[in-house]
């Protein structure tokens, strides 16, 4: 079956603008995850969902990151009024049931550009 | 912040030889996995090793553990060009409530194999 797909696969927006990042876990997965990862380095966990509960929200960096996600569908990732320090590889990951020690499969990332 | 730390943050070796890389980390953990990171986009499983475990083939490749350490190993044996890639360990180390599961990444170790 397909894999997690994101979009769009690059971003170039200019600071203070609002982008929106999109991620299609694999169906069935009811885990999902946000991560960023700047030019060089790992990976910083932004946001989880669980089926329906309440997401775990303690990676976002400010009250200007926020994610939605429907169900256990689509899950849109939201910057507004963009910077600069904002640039990363945006990286969407879904898994079966979002347990301890279950492989995160990952999407291919938006790159997104801030100028 | 970051959990694990892999050293050395860059390997260059020629086709045909082995490439270790570590992996160092600071609070207890359930188990570590290790991605594998082509061209800076989506990043694929290799491996978990369990807090219980010491040791893990899967092909070529060779993981250790050593939690009094809090270390890992990953050993590419008979390398190709074409494992020419970043490689990241994670670990669980923070477990949040209602089921919550993040993976907190190193920096990875940038491995060139060269033809």
């Known amino acids: 079956g397909a894999g997690v797909s994101q979009s769009p696969s690059n971003k170039v927006t200019e600071k203070g603008k609002d982008v929106e990042l999109r991620c299609d876990p694999i169906?069935?997965?009811?885990?999902l995850y946000w991560y960023r990862q700047r030019l060089g380095q790992g990976l910083e966990f932004l946001i989880y969902?669980?089926?329906?509960?309440?997401?775990?929200k303690s990676g976002l960096p400010s009250d200007r990151f926020s994610a939605e996600r429907t169900g256990e569908s689509v899950s849109t990732l939201t910057i507004q009024r963009t910077q600069q320090e904002d640039s990363a590889v945006y990286l969407c990951?879904?898994?079966?049931?979002?347990?301890?020690?279950?492989?995160?499969?990952f999407g291919p990332g938006t790159r997104l550009l801030v100028l | 912040s970051q959990q694990g730390e892999e050293d050395p943050q860059a390997l260059s070796i020629q086709e045909g030889e082995n490439a270790t890389m570590n992996c160092s980390y600071k609070?207890?953990?359930?188990?570590l996995q290790w991605y594998r990171q082509n061209s800076g986009r989506g990043l694929v499983h290799l491996i978990l090793?369990?807090?219980?475990?010491r040791e893990k083939h899967s092909g070529r490749l060779r993981v250790t553990l050593d939690t009094s350490k809090k270390s890992s190993s990953l050993l590419i044996t008979a390398s190709r060009a074409a494992d020419t890639a970043s490689y990241f360990c994670?670990?669980?180390?923070?477990?949040?409530?209602?089921?919550?599961?993040?993976?907190?990444f190193g920096k990875g170790t940038k491995l060139s194999v060269i033809p």
């Open positions: 990951a879904s898994s079966l049931e979002g347990r301890r020690g279950e492989t995160q499969y």
């Open positions: 169906s069935g997965h009811t885990a």
């Open positions: 969902f669980q089926g329906n509960s309440a997401p775990d």
């Open positions: 609070t207890s953990i359930n188990n």
């Open positions: 090793i369990r807090s219980n475990e």
């Open positions: 994670a670990t669980d180390s923070t477990y949040s409530g209602a089921g919550s599961y993040q993976l907190t």
